[in-house]
């Protein structure tokens, strides 16, 4: 597949600085002066009508003058003079452009013209642009210093993307103290064109590039952020700092960014589901960013602390429990050999509290216990500058455990003057230090974080399941009858047939319009009932005092019905009411009372919520959020983040409840909110649970219309795995061909399949000389975004097992009207059609997801794909840059 459109801003071989000057506080100068002073490997030409030379360099006219390939230009010019400069960079062959210039679309309406117009000729000449108004960009391996007012970092495995530039030059400044050392720094300033989406694609793939830390204060884009944000966690660590999280923060982000800002909670939902780490603070972003570059990772949470004082033991240990992580409790192997190595005064458990005279030796025996323990996933050790110590001899022999140990081994130096030295050396060897152990073990949690977030990551449900198909179409029937009423609230019968046609279970209601009809449902029901106010603008029923239970007998259902109404039409005579809703009384026997909700977050889409119901639902704030679609495993994760998850096993004579009927309701409500974009919210309370069942005792549902030109499943953040997609087609042998789209599980599946092409087969699909397919492409191949890009395996059972016999493969272009692709079928089942039939399903597939073209690069010596492709209709030419190479395309 193609090499990243933007690849040019980190590795170009010549850069052009239109605006460089001399003029003292000038930021094209600046810009110019950073270059040449990074040491950058490639040429650096200025370019400025108004000058012959600057800083000594010459200095250009214009690139036509100049008359020399430039792959990257750095604009520092006038804002209105943007738009002619890309233009005629696109007359060179410019791929990439920064846009240093401020006075765009945060100048009001006169700047968001001049950013439309820029963006504009940026697309006409297919320059990707970084900026406006950012710092630039560093890629200190390269000597590359692309931005304003200072040196390069230090090199190192640590990519930094921004949306703040001062968060830039604070982030590297401070670094050199910690002694972390960056691949990349990217400041997106306004982000009109290159976001975050495009930078982690690229990052995604860098062998340079061990971790990816992200500042972000708005986000416009949630399919491509999220879908950058997947596909770079699966790789590597992704830390996010968030701003904004409180109401001050996100009006100040608003007016710096001019980015949408969603829900706190909303956005970690979404970090957990992209398998990412999210922190608080910047100083835990480095502290995440230490601990993630050593590039071990934990396997459990048992975390072990040595310490030559019972304080910081103690502290660090109240900080495991707090985070819900474990105080490993040492094996009896290693107890025994602390016992005979210790002090007989040693704490004799963990925290190991070696003593205040501890010398080096006996760190080293101690920490060399622990990693050998099957029990401790992870070691903190601990030293405090006592007069006995030598925390430089100390620091060696810690150095020298972690050497062959895969076990994250983090250390706390407590002090400053006496342990700078020792610091230093642990920071020289990566072994990760804290100034203190509240912080350490901070940064432990952060690698918990990450295991258990990836285990989210790897999920790829469908938007239904396989069992008990619910009535999508009669459910969207209710909604399309409902909004041609004009209304946009359900009533309470309508709602629940929604719930029904879901199949999930609900107590039945009847409206009733007067006492009698009240009455007449309550004895077709039973006794007793519960009686509801029914009216589309009352968002709580219980405001008005709307709701009455345990009504057992004729005559206080026609009083309840004349008091129920009589109440409402006092407290709120606006509203309009539709009459009084009769239901049987659900069995409180045991009973939890749950709540399930739906809310659109205006970034991120729908977002399902689990907690605690009833009438204290805000006060309590009980509830996990998560991103549909949802399967078991994401389900069950949802209600173990929840406080009433303790309530949900037995307690006080009361049997467990059925969190099996619960996860299939919610498993339901993910369908809902999958087939059905026009809901907008929709509450489940309460939702009564006892041991035998779990049933929707009220719903709320909120619908409008969706947009006109929105794809399928486009109102999520996340594309469910496109089951609609699988066929099964008879090959001219008789045997079946199942055609369906990837998934992460089928990695071993696909990595046989490419150790079993023949060497001129690889060498044909991926131009070079390869045995097998690497972790990374494996990942990359099989754990798509189904949003942007497609694999379409051909699977034939062969010996009782599935054996994949081809795959063929697109990715959307940026813009979003091209996608290039691939194709490789097994040499041992050629000439069956299936190279043929996968490329007809992916081409149908690409041409309803509204793309116009597909393209893509053949070898010239591969006359079995040019003879397919020709067949199908691509238009084939040469490359005039390689002969080696055909380019074809064809119009979908």
Request: with cysteine; net charge neutral; aromatic share 6%.
């Amino acid at each position: 597949m193609r090499v990243s459109d933007i690849e040019q801003l980190f590795t170009p071989t010549a850069v052009a600085v239109f605006g460089a000057s001399d003029s003292e506080g000038s930021i094209g100068g600046m810009v110019f002066r950073n270059l040449l002073a990074g040491g950058f490997k490639g040429n650096a030409y200025a370019i400025n009508p108004k000058y012959k030379e600057v800083a000594g360099e010459p200095c250009y006219r214009d690139l036509a003058q100049l008359d020399k390939h430039v792959d990257l230009a750095l604009i520092a010019a006038p804002a209105d003079r943007v738009p002619a400069i890309l233009n005629q960079c696109g007359g060179y062959g410019v791929k990439v452009a920064v846009v240093h210039s401020a006075g765009f679309g945060e100048y009001g309406e006169r700047g968001i013209t001049l950013q439309e117009r820029m963006v504009e000729a940026a697309r006409s000449n297919r320059i990707r642009v970084l900026g406006p108004n950012c710092i630039g960009a560093m890629r200190p391996q390269h000597g590359l210093n692309a931005s304003v007012g200072q040196d390069l970092p230090r090199r190192g495995n640590v990519a930094l993307v921004s949306q703040s530039g001062a968060i830039c030059t604070a982030m590297i400044d401070w670094s050199e103290r910690r002694r972390i050392g960056f691949s990349a720094m990217v400041s997106l300033g306004a982000a009109a064109d290159v976001d975050f989406g495009d930078v982690l694609d690229y990052l995604a793939l860098d062998s340079q590039t061990q971790c990816i830390l992200l500042y972000v204060e708005g986000i416009r884009n949630a399919r491509h952020f999220m879908s950058g944000l997947r596909a770079a966690a699966r790789l590597k660590p992704v830390v996010v700092v968030k701003a904004g999280r409180h109401p001050a923060g996100t009006r100040a982000v608003k007016s710096h960014t001019g980015a949408y800002v969603g829900s706190a909670d909303v956005f970690r939902a979404v970090t957990e589901r992209a398998g990412v780490v999210q922190v608080s603070n910047l100083d835990q972003l480095f502290a995440a960013a230490q601990v993630f570059g050593t590039r071990r990772r934990l396997a459990g949470d048992r975390i072990a602390v040595i310490t030559n004082g019972g304080g910081p033991g103690v502290l660090a240990a109240d900080r495991i429990i707090e985070l819900g992580l474990s105080l490993a409790q040492i094996s009896d192997t290693t107890r025994q050999t602390l016992e005979k190595a210790l002090p007989d005064h040693w704490s004799h458990g963990n925290p190991i509290d070696i003593i205040g005279d501890a010398p080096p030796e006996r760190y080293r025996l101690a920490l060399d216990a622990c990693l050998a323990d099957p029990e401790v996933d992870g070691v903190l050790c601990i030293l405090a500058p006592l007069v006995f110590g030598d925390p430089v001899a100390t620091a060696e022999q810690v150095i020298a455990a972690t050497k062959d140990s895969r076990k994250p081994v983090l250390a706390c130096w407590m002090g400053g003057k006496r342990v700078a030295e020792a610091q230093e050396l642990l920071a020289e060897h990566d072994v990760p230090h804290f100034d203190s152990p509240e912080v350490a073990i901070d940064a432990f949690s952060f690698l918990a974080t990450h295991q258990r977030n990836q285990k989210l990551l790897m999920q790829s449900p469908g938007p239904l399941s396989q069992e008990d198909a619910p009535d999508v179409e009669g459910a969207r029937l209710i909604i399309e009858g409902v909004m041609a009423e004009g209304r946009k609230t359900l009533g309470t019968v309508e709602a629940k047939a929604i719930l029904s046609a879901f199949r999930i279970p609900t107590m039945q209601a009847v409206l009733t319009r007067t006492p009698n009809e009240a009455l007449m449902a309550a004895q077709a029901l039973g006794f007793p009932v519960v009686m509801k106010i029914n009216s589309p603008d009352l968002e709580h029923k219980s405001d008005v005092d709307g709701v009455r239970l345990n009504i057992d007998d004729a005559q206080s259902v026609r009083r309840t019905f004349t008091e129920i109404v009589e109440r409402a039409k006092r407290l709120r005579p606006d509203a309009r009411m539709e009459g009084i809703t009769v239901e049987h009384m659900a069995s409180t026997r045991a009973a939890r009372e749950l709540m399930i909700g739906v809310t659109r977050d205006r970034i991120f889409g729908p977002v399902i919520s689990f907690g605690a119901g009833g009438t204290k639902v805000e006060v309590l704030e009980d509830r996990a959020l998560g991103l549909p679609p949802l399967n078991a495993f994401i389900i069950q994760t949802m209600i173990d983040h929840t406080r009433i998850v303790r309530l949900m096993g037995a307690f006080q004579h009361m049997p467990p409840m059925n969190r099996v009927a619960l996860a299939k309701i919610l498993q339901r409500v993910s369908e809902m909110v999958c087939e059905l974009p026009e809901i907008i919210s929709m509450d489940i309370n309460p939702l009564i649970g006892n041991d035998k069942d779990v049933v929707a005792v009220d719903a709320r549902i909120q619908v409008d219309y969706r947009p006109p030109q929105q794809t399928t499943y486009g109102h999520m953040a996340i594309h469910p795995y496109p089951s609609h997609l699988i066929e099964r087609v008879q090959l001219p042998d008789g045997k079946d061909l199942v055609i369906r789209p990837i998934r992460p599980e089928d990695a071993q599946m696909e990595q046989e399949f490419v150790r079993g092409l023949s060497e001129q087969t690889k060498y044909f699909r991926f131009m070079q000389a390869i045995k097998e397919l690497t972790p990374e492409m494996l990942v990359r191949f099989t754990q798509i975004d189904y949003d942007r890009e497609m694999a379409l395996i051909g699977v034939v059972e062969h010996d009782g097992a599935d054996v994949q016999v081809g795959v063929a493969r697109y990715m959307a272009r940026p813009g979003g009207e091209a996608c290039e692709f691939a194709i490789v079928v097994s040499d041992t089942w050629r000439n069956l059609g299936i190279g043929a039939r996968l490329m007809r399903s992916l081409m149908q597939n690409a041409r309803s997801r509204g793309f116009r073209v597909m393209d893509g690069e053949v070898l010239s010596a591969n006359s079995r794909m040019l003879a397919l492709v020709k067949s199908l209709g691509f238009r084939i030419e040469s490359d005039p840059q390689d002969m080696a190479v055909k380019w074809v395309s064809k119009v979908l």
